[in-house]
C-alpha cells in the first residue's frame, strides 16, 4: 500500500514548511558527517579501496539525496530509491560503522512511503543496518549473532515507537 506523499504537491508534513525541508536535508547533512568523520578521522585505520569505497559510494548517496532535496519526486520513486539505496547503505555501514547515523535516516524516511507489510519490510531492513553498525560492521566475530539479534529487536522496537510519534506529527490522509 503506497502512502500520500505528504513533501509533494505543495502540502507541508503537519503544515510546517520547516518540517519538510529538514526531512529533505537532514540524511544529506549525516551523510556528509558520516563521510567527514570516518574519512577525516579514521583515515589511518582505512585501507585505500575503502576510502575509495566510502567516497564513491557516499557520492552516490549524496547526488541520490540532492536530487531529493532539489526537486519534487512522486512516492513510488522515492520507494524504489529507499530500497536500491540500502544496500548501499549496508555497504557503507560494513566498511564504516560510523555511517549508522545516516542509516538511522531510513526509519524517517520508511514513515512518509510505506504502509502495511511494505513499512515492516523497511523498518526491518534499516534496524539489520543499524544492528550491523552498533556491533562493529565488519570487524565483528560469530559469538556477536546473539547481539546482533537483540539489537535488530531494539531497533525494530524503537523504528515502531518513532513511527507513531513521527505519524502524529505528518498525518497519513489513507
Do not use: H, K
Not at 14 to 27: I, Y
Not at 32 to 49: H, K, M
Request: with cysteine; charged share 15%; hydrophobic share 55%.
Amino acid at each position: 500500500m503506497n502512502r500520500p506523499d505528504p513533501l509533494r504537491a505543495g502540502r507541508e508534513p503537519g503544515g510546517r514548511p520547516e518540517l519538510a525541508t529538514a526531512v529533505r536535508v537532514f540524511p544529506l547533512v549525516l551523510l556528509a558527517v558520516g563521510v567527514g568523520l570516518t574519512v577525516g578521522i579514521q583515515e589511518a585505520d582505512l585501507s585505500p579501496r575503502d576510502v575509495l569505497l566510502i567516497l564513491g559510494l557516499g557520492g552516490a548517496l549524496a547526488t541520490y539525496r540532492v536530487v531529493l532535496a532539489a526537486r519534487p519526486v512522486s512516492v513510488p520513486v522515492r520507494q524504489v530509491g529507499f530500497w536500491i539505496t540500502l544496500p548501499l547503505v549496508a555497504a557503507l555501514v560494513f566498511v564504516a560503522p560510523m555511517f549508522a547515523l545516516y542509516a538511522l535516516a531510513g526509519f524517517v524516511e520508511a514513515v512518509l512511503l510505506f504502509a502495511g507489510l511494505a513499512e515492516w519490510l523497511a523498518d526491518a531492513a534499516t534496524s539489520a543496518i543499524c544492528a550491523l553498525a552498533v556491533t562493529g560492521g565488519a570487524g565483528t566475530t560469530p559469538s556477536s549473532w546473539a547481539t546482533r539479534a537483540a539489537l535488530f529487536a531494539l531497533f525494530l522496537v524503537t523504528a515502531r515507537l518513532v513511527r507513531r510519534v513521527l505519524r502524529s506529527v505528518v498525518p497519513s490522509d489513507s
